[in-house]
């Protein structure tokens, strides 16, 4: 199986960029469809975007659509989320995954890195 860890988050204001990012080991991040999630306080685990494993084709939530940008790096193991323009309802913890195929359900992935904390001020 993959280890997954997540890091990069932070507390921004309004307006600000952060980029997480998400290491892999144990197997190459290539093999796997990975993505991001977030969870705000007393909400579900929503999805936010995803990479394919082989043809590296993405998709993103409607919420983050033109502000978010997911990527892979193959030699250094590791996804990206570049999030841009960030609004105070983009806080929450943000999880990295991997399966084997790219949905949007959370139940999908059989591997989640610890979570990265984004809060963001107005």
């Known amino acids: 199986q993959v280890q997954l860890v997540e890091s990069g988050g932070g507390l921004v204001q309004a307006g600000a960029s952060l980029r997480l990012s998400c290491a892999a080991s144990?197997?190459?991040?290539?093999?796997?469809?990975m993505a991001w999630f977030r969870q705000a306080p007393g909400k579900e685990r929503e999805f936010v975007a995803s990479?394919?494993?082989?043809?590296?084709?993405?998709d993103y939530a409607d919420s983050v659509k033109g502000r978010f940008t997911i990527s892979r790096d193959n030699g250094k193991n590791t996804v990206y989320l570049q999030m841009n323009s960030l609004k105070p309802e983009d806080t929450a913890v943000y999880y990295c995954?991997?399966?084997?195929?790219?949905?949007?359900?959370?139940?999908?992935?059989?591997?989640w890195g610890q979570g990265t904390q984004v809060t963001v001020s107005s």
């Open positions: 990479i394919t494993r082989i043809s590296g084709i993405v």
């Open positions: 144990g197997r190459p991040v290539g093999t796997y469809a």
């Open positions: 995954a991997a399966g084997w195929a790219t949905t949007t359900l959370p139940g999908s992935y059989h591997s």
